[in-house]
């Protein structure tokens, strides 16, 4: 029996999606149950027939009068985006409501995605996901870090470094895209993968904190939790009150981000589960209480995994180095490719109430040229072309290199700043100034 799901809005009306054979399979549903699912609707289904999605949409829209409809989060009663009507001409002439701006970016990426399903000659759906050549890339990466297996678990010391770092290039091109549906058109691979992140997220926090929250709301107070991470410590945005400690986070970053995927992988469920809100920002979604024991007894797995069985094995002092060092290496390289992707001083207390271009203000993209780019786009599993990813989420990031070419210039001719850098270097100088301003005490 498929889980009963409570409604969701999409649009200012209401849907119940139970039953519903969903191509994104029962993770994506869950993600939008008893939300306002505009914004995850629209960014997850850029290139639809928008008449097939309405005339698949009108079969579960119910009356709100009659079916109870609730909201997790009281904060979804007001819209953040605007989403213009457009005009049908026909019956067959379905417009999505968005700008002309988004309309524009939605073409001509979809032209790319047409032309390479040809050359391919796959559906254009499979065009979106991973190429041939992708696969063989993870299947490589996937080698690497198995290789590295045996000696982390004899406990010679070059793994404490090499283990780590290919995992990380592993996870990070398989984890995030298999979260946002991009590796396959099969949702059973995509939701494995998110068990790639083991090392650094829970993939139910994930979905709450990253898909839910976060791409839907960047960098909006009070619905981005990524603006409240550690906020004791740093700073994000002014609309977060001063602390005392904050005059010194362009200072302090490096011990934070050492231990930073720790509290995302153990304290971060804990508050979610406690508190029912993640960063007091994205309410809950409704499990069932074996769900949540099973996600209770992963974390425990996970925790062993990555910080007991080494006591059982080693002599004490290599137990702790192999129990701290590859989870904070990991934490290291999953700040290098996230932190300067949103907070720079272009992206930050920036707003738009079109929702494209609101993903383009408050992202930030960078990429060197040559191999220098090669290996940032690799590390970064595509993270660095932030802009082109929150765009079109569930594109596959191997698709980006060639997509930001088309939204770079359709920013220019609708006037739309595109933030971006150089390369790693000048991105991260970025997000030091960043902490440096908003370190500073306001006057008033």
């Not at 979106?128 to 299947?139: I, V």
């Not at 933030?419 to 100088?429: H, I, N, R, V």
């Amino acid at each position: 029996m498929p889980e009963s799901l409570k409604p969701m809005k999409i649009h200012d009306k209401w849907y119940d999606l139970t039953g519903f054979d969903h191509p994104g399979g029962p993770v994506m549903l869950k993600c939008g149950e008893s939300r306002d699912a505009t914004a995850l609707f629209e960014s997850h289904h850029p290139f639809t027939n928008r008449k097939y999605l309405e005339n698949v949409m009108a079969k579960y829209e119910v009356d709100p009068t009659k079916v109870e409809c609730i909201l997790l989060d009281e904060a979804d009663k007001e819209a953040v985006f605007d989403w213009p009507e457009f005009e049908s001409k026909s019956s067959t002439d379905v417009q999505p409501p968005v700008s002309d701006f988004a309309h524009e970016l939605r073409t001509k990426v979809h032209g790319y995605l047409k032309q390479e399903a040809q050359r391919r000659g796959v559906p254009l759906l499979e065009a979106s996901k991973c190429t041939p050549f992708r696969k063989f890339e993870l299947a490589v990466l996937a080698l690497l870090f198995v290789s590295t297996i045996p000696a982390f678990v004899r406990g010679e010391m070059w793994t404490l470094l090499a283990t780590p770092l290919t995992y990380w290039i592993l996870g990070v091109n398989t984890f995030h895209d298999g979260s946002h549906f991009a590796i396959s058109r099969d949702w059973r691979v995509n939701h494995l993968a998110t068990y790639i992140g083991w090392w650094f997220s829970s993939p139910l926090v994930w979905y709450h904190q990253h898909v839910i929250g976060h791409h839907a709301y960047p960098n909006i107070p009070h619905r981005d939790p990524d603006l409240y991470h550690n906020g004791t410590f740093e700073r994000h945005t002014k609309t977060l009150r001063h602390r005392p400690l904050h005059k010194h986070q362009h200072k302090t970053w490096l011990p934070i981000w050492f231990i930073g995927t720790f509290a995302m992988n153990f304290l971060k469920p804990i508050q979610l589960m406690v508190t029912g809100k993640y960063n007091r920002a994205v309410a809950l979604s409704q499990y069932t209480a074996f769900r949540r024991y099973q996600h209770y007894a992963g974390r425990v797995l996970v925790f062993c995994l990555c910080h007991v069985w080494q006591f059982f094995v080693f002599d004490t002092f290599r137990a702790v180095c192999f129990s701290i060092l590859p989870v904070g290496f990991v934490s290291l390289f999953f700040m290098v490719s996230s932190q300067m992707n949103h907070l720079t001083h272009e992206c930050i207390d920036v707003s738009d109430r079109d929702f494209y271009k609101h993903q383009v203000l408050t992202s930030h993209s960078f990429m060197d040229d040559g191999i220098a780019g090669w290996l940032t786009f690799l590390f970064t599993g595509g993270l660095n072309l932030q802009i082109e990813h929150h765009l079109f989420p569930c594109i596959n990031h191997c698709h980006l290199p060639y997509i930001r070419k088309i939204v770079k210039s359709v920013c220019k001719k609708h006037d739309v700043n595109y933030p971006e850098s150089t390369g790693l270097a000048d991105a991260f100088g970025k997000y030091i100034d960043h902490m440096h301003e908003l370190s500073i005490k306001p006057a008033h």
